[in-house]
Every structure is written in C-alpha cells, then in structure tokens.
C-alpha cells in the first residue's frame, strides 16, 4: 500500500481532503499533518512515497519542507497543492517539487496525478531498468549552461541580461540558439540579432530549453557503424518539439512540452554510447521485420530508450511531466489520461510528424500513425485531428529541423 502524506496548516482543509480521498483508504495509507514541522516529524518516523503540501504555512513553510524532503528523501514525490495568491513563492520551489497544482483542485484531479507520479516512480523501481542503468558507467551529469540558468532562474530579480549573459559564455551554444530562434521553428515577426532579444522575445523558459537540447546533443558521439545518424535524430527531435510547441502555444503547456519534444529520443543517445552493439542489432532487427524498435529493445536491454531517457532526466530534476511524457510517449495507454496534457501533446506531435509528407523521419522510427481522433476525443482536446494536423503541417513548412 502507498503512503501519502498531506500538508496544511488549516485543519478544515485536512478534512476536507480526508473526506474526499476516504474511498482511496484500500489503496492510499493517508496521513494528514497540520503543518510544516508535524510533516518533517512524519518522515523522520516512516518513508513516504508522496508528499502534497501546501506553500503557505507558519514555522516550517512548504518550500523549507520540499527542501528537506529532497535532500533526505529523495525517492518521495513531492506536489505543491498551492492557492492562486503563491504564485511569487512557488519561485521558490520550482527545482524541488515534481508537481504543481493550484487550488481549488478537484479531488479527481488530484488523484490522477499521484496515481501517475506513482505510475512513473514504480517505473524507475523496476529491476530490470535499474540492472540496465547499472550497466552504464557514468550517468552524463546535468548541462553545466542549463545547470547555471536554472540556479539564476530560481531567483525572483534575476534579469534578462543575466540570461543572456550566462548563454553568451558558450559561444557555440549561442550561435546555435539564435539559428533557431530565428527558423521556422518560432516563425517570429522579426529576425532577432542578440541573445538578450531572444530572452526578451521568448522567455527565460523557453530559451532554457532550448539551451537544454543543444548542450544535450552536443555531449554524446554515435559511431556510423550503429545504424543511425544522429543528425536525423536531432532534425527529427526539433520537429517534434516545434509540433509540440504548435499544439500547445499560449497555453501552460507549451514550455514543457516544447522540451519533452526535444528529449524524448535522448535515450538514443545513451544506447548509443554504452551499449552501441545490442543497440546495432536491435535497430537491424526493426528494419528487418518492420517490429517497432522500442519494443525490440525491452526485450534485448529489459527497457526501452522511452524508460532510459526518462531515468536519466528525472534524475536531472526535469519536471515530472516532461519525464512522463518522455518515458511513455510510445505507450500513452500506460497511464490515466484525463485531459490534454503534455504526454498528448509529444505523442500527438510525433504522429503527425512521422505522417506529415514534410516530416523528418529517422531511421529509428517508421512512418506509422501512433494516434488519432478517437485519442484527443478521450482526452478532450481543444482541437480536432485535422486542426492538428493543420498546425502541425504549417509549423513545418520550410523547416527540417536540421542545425542550419
């Protein structure tokens, strides 16, 4: 049974949650604590698998809580269940909570989204993906230019210039970021000459991300002999995030799944270095008999590149939902989807890329519909298929995704 803990200082709160989460009593071991201090006791006494908090609280507050919670606990998964008025605090715990929810929430939204935090933390528990990542000798550690902008980000009077000036210290990683910014991918109004414009005209986010694929895809060499070429790959992991990017724009989603859609074949890429034979052979195999490769690789390594990826990224502190999308995208059907969420985005991406007659397909992936209407009619999208396929196709137009 899975231990939950739930956090607030506000007694009625606790009861409200306990009394709608009652019928979860056979699955859930729920333990409610008033407070921030309380919390901390709970988990010295008894690991926790989940840990909902609030943010605003006397004494110990919600962001000291996850702080500690992911220094001494790393294996819980942590989700702010903050009010509206916290927005300037939830600065504060961006790299330490795995989720973020606003009040009010529904309680069945709430549920999903331990049950998929859960899903995903059971996922990373397996014996056989933990034997294959004990195979690796060295997990790559974290970006150091990503690294550098998340630590400025975090702060609340970090400026764009400051951005700006951390990418500007890697000159190749600049080049690049203006090449991009200024292709089809963002189809922007106007070219943009300067990394601070770009920061000004995107985002502290969306320029991060961007800086996340770059240094990713420039830290690993594949060999030809392998049977892939990761040029492809990465012309193909761009279009996915700008499809991606088109299907979520002017929402919340857009940032992370604009990510996801960057990385969700890095797994490729560490297969590539620590296991290039298996790896050869596999891809052999799925030209061979046309079987799709992630399939042909939970059977050769006990995990595919989907599951490999997501490890290496939540280990890196990505958030959750760009882990999930990137560990699931070939299998949506493993996990309770309610609504169109990041995970439907990358997977609706990359089915409408790998179909779309100007899409880049590389070797590892054969041209085959991963979904369709009768998917977004179950997630409620905000679209239909074929304005889906619309803004797909018109984002595409005129961009390979290849580095210029």
Not at 306 to 331: D, R, S
Not at 336 to 354: G, I, M, R
């Amino acid at each position: 049974m899975k231990k939950i803990l739930f956090v607030d200082d506000e007694p009625a709160i606790l009861q409200g949650l306990r009394g709608r989460l009652y019928h979860k009593r056979r699955e859930w071991d729920m333990t409610f604590a008033e407070g921030g201090a309380v919390a901390l006791q709970a988990l010295e006494d008894s690991p926790y698998d989940v840990v909902v908090t609030d943010l605003r609280m006397p004494d110990v507050d919600g962001a000291q809580l996850l702080e500690t919670a992911s220094r001494r606990w790393p294996q819980t998964v942590r989700i702010v269940l903050s009010g509206y008025s916290e927005q300037e605090q939830a600065v504060r715990v961006v790299r330490y909570a795995h989720q973020y929810l606003s009040k009010p929430c529904a309680p069945q939204q709430l549920e999903n989204v331990i049950e998929r935090c859960l899903k995903l933390q059971a996922l990373f528990q397996d014996e056989r993906l933990r034997a294959l990542v004990g195979r690796i000798h060295k997990l790559p550690a974290v970006p150091k230019t990503y690294a550098r902008l998340c630590e400025a980000m975090a702060r609340p009077d970090v400026s764009a210039e400051e951005v700006a000036h951390i990418v500007s210290q890697d000159m190749a990683i600049s080049a690049r970021l203006l090449q991009v910014v200024n292709s089809a991918f963002f189809r922007l109004a106007r070219q943009i000459t300067r990394i601070e414009q770009a920061v000004t005209y995107l985002g502290f986010t969306a320029v991060r991300n961007l800086v996340m694929s770059m240094e990713v895809f420039s830290q690993w060499t594949v060999t030809d002999k392998i049977g892939f070429d990761p040029q492809e790959l990465q012309a193909h992991a761009r279009q996915v995030a700008a499809a991606a990017r088109a299907l979520t724009e002017k929402t919340p989603l857009a940032d992370d799944a604009m990510l996801a859609g960057m990385l969700h074949d890095i797994g490729y890429l560490i297969l590539a270095q620590e296991c290039p034979r298996e790896l050869a052979v596999a891809i052999a195999e799925h030209h061979q008999s046309g079987e799709p490769l992630y399939r042909i690789e939970q059977r050769i390594f006990g995990a595919s590149h989907a599951e490999i990826g997501a490890y290496l990224l939540g280990i890196w502190g990505l958030p959750y939902p760009v882990v999930e999308a990137v560990a699931h995208h070939h299998q949506p059907q493993r996990v309770q989807q309610q609504q169109f969420d990041v995970l439907a985005a990358v997977v609706l991406a990359e089915s409408l890329v790998l179909t779309a007659p100007n899409g880049a397909v590389c070797a590892l992936d054969m041209p085959q519909a991963i979904v369709d209407e009768s998917y977004l009619r179950t997630l409620e999208a905000p679209f239909e298929f074929t304005e889906a396929r619309n803004r797909v196709s018109e984002r595409l137009e005129g961009y390979t995704g290849a580095a210029e």
